[in-house]
């Protein structure tokens, strides 16, 4: 058995489970709207403010939003103590890493994919630049968020406060992420200027980090 | 000249030296054993005694501040974890599940992709398989006898279990007792934490009893005595 398919195995259950549950989308999505709608009023900005301050709204928004994700994944786990059955398994730790970590990714996209309509609509957003770009971005901005949420929310699984342990140490170590995010976005939808170096920061932020979290991933799971 | 048949089994766990603390708290105070294969074992003491900071010491869900437990040879619990089940206080299931679908999760987590596997194990402990509820929705006992069939379900040699007949009612937990002496006489190491030492008479081959983190008496039943002098050595 490899990793990959004991991820696949674990990421289908999860799936499963977030089907029957929805836990994770509903807050998302229900944070996420919320953001949308609230910033709009209070803004109401024309199209030009808009691209000039979509990039921040979209990727602020999503990272909260994602928050909600990241706490369900490990909080399922450990409803009835269930990680304990996996960590007394022989399946390697980094195939659960993996099949987390890719199933917040997806509820990540689905929930971009069912705001985008919405962010168009009420921002007038209209992208100078070429929409496919976009489509890099949130890919590359997404794993980034998320590969480093799954590893974090992991770490403040055992802390009393969780909920706020896991935003306090995964804002600041996503801060660069975040930045390339919102300098990319805002690059494209606007037409100013390039975002090559931004897409290029954020696939080193990727494989850095997802590196750094599949080496570490062992002890975190196994720490008391 | 002795054959290897007539060799005693190496021990299937061996502590030496076990110490565990929480803080300033000794949980375990220097605890030094072994267990011989093949045996029920059933682990009685107060609530605070250390049973289940040994058993989860001994699945390397905790690690000791102090000592080494060797399991079925080998130093490392990752090694053997395939051929060790634990089952423990909490259920360790999905309540979103059926039971089916929580067991072909867990036994790919072994790499069985059987499901006749699956069928078995909840057929064992007295569940219908064709069952389609959510695990959510079963009565504590019946998720007691999933949870022992999801530790034996990858069929271990090795079974830990604590407090399996908790919140279950005296016929279930009977028959979990039962269904426990079969899979012994089967081969296996069994390892019973448990207040209720009565479910266990006629069964278990050695109670071990506790007292504030040590081993303070071993008592080998008639049970195993009776197989002694049936099978010498």
């Not at chain 1, 770009?133 to 949420?149: F, R, S």
């Not at chain 2, 294969?37 to 869900?61: E, F, M, Q």
């Not at chain 2, 039971?99 to 072909?104: A, D, S, T």
Request: aromatic share 10%; net charge neutral; with cysteine.
């Amino acid at each position: 058995m490899t990793t990959f398919t004991m991820a696949r195995a674990t990421l289908l259950k999860d799936l499963r489970l977030e089907w029957r549950s929805k836990d994770a989308i509903n807050s998302m999505l229900f944070f996420a709207l919320l953001v949308v709608v609230v910033f709009s009023f209070a803004f109401n900005p024309t199209a030009e403010e808009s691209r000039h301050i979509a990039g921040g709204l979209v990727w602020v928004a999503l990272l909260f939003a994602a928050i909600f994700a990241l706490n369900q994944t490990w909080a399922r786990e450990l409803r009835n103590q269930v990680l304990d059955a996996y960590r007394v398994s022989p399946a390697p730790p980094n195939a659960l890493f993996l099949a987390k970590a890719i199933g917040n990714f997806l509820f990540v996209v689905v929930l971009e994919v069912m705001m985008t309509p919405l962010f168009v609509v009420f921002y007038s957003l209209r992208s100078v630049g070429p929409v496919w770009q976009l489509i890099v971005v949130a890919l590359l901005g997404t794993w980034a968020l998320v590969v480093n949420g799954t590893f974090f929310a992991a770490l403040s699984i055992r802390t009393r406060s969780r909920e706020i342990m896991l935003p306090l140490i995964l804002f600041p170590i996503s801060i660069p992420a975040l930045l390339a995010m919102v300098d990319a976005t805002t690059s494209i939808l606007t037409g100013d200027a390039s975002p090559d170096f931004w897409i290029k920061m954020l696939a080193v932020y990727d494989v850095v980090f997802t590196a750094v979290c599949l080496l570490l991933f062992e002890t975190v799971l196994n720490a008391e | 000249m002795t054959g290897p048949s007539d060799l005693p089994s190496p021990p299937v766990i061996v502590l030496e030296n076990l110490v565990k603390f929480f803080g300033r708290f000794a949980a375990l105070r220097g605890i030094s054993a072994s267990f011989a294969p093949g045996r029920l074992y059933v682990i009685l003491g107060d609530n605070g005694a250390g049973k289940s900071t040994l058993l989860r010491i001994v699945t390397g869900l905790m690690q000791p501040s102090q000592g080494k437990v060797t399991l079925l040879g080998a130093g490392s619990i990752r090694e053997v974890a395939h051929r060790v089940g634990y089952m423990a206080h909490a259920p360790l299931l999905y309540d979103e599940l059926s039971g089916m679908e929580n067991l072909r999760y867990f036994a790919g987590l072994y790499g069985l992709h059987d499901d006749n596997v699956c069928e078995r194990a909840m057929t064992m402990v007295g569940l219908d398989p064709e069952l389609s509820r959510r695990i959510g929705q079963y009565s504590q006992g019946m998720r007691q006898r999933l949870s022992l069939a999801r530790a034996v379900l990858h069929d271990p040699e090795l079974i830990l279990l604590d407090e399996p007949f908790s919140n279950v009612d005296v016929r279930s937990a009977r028959e979990m007792a039962a269904v426990l002496g079969r899979v012994r006489d089967k081969g296996k190491t069994i390892f019973v934490v448990t207040h209720q030492a009565a479910l266990m008479e006629g069964i278990a081959d050695e109670f071990v009893h506790m007292t504030a983190g040590q081993i303070v008496a071993r008592e080998a039943t008639a049970r195993k005595a009776n197989a002694q002098v049936e099978t010498p050595s």
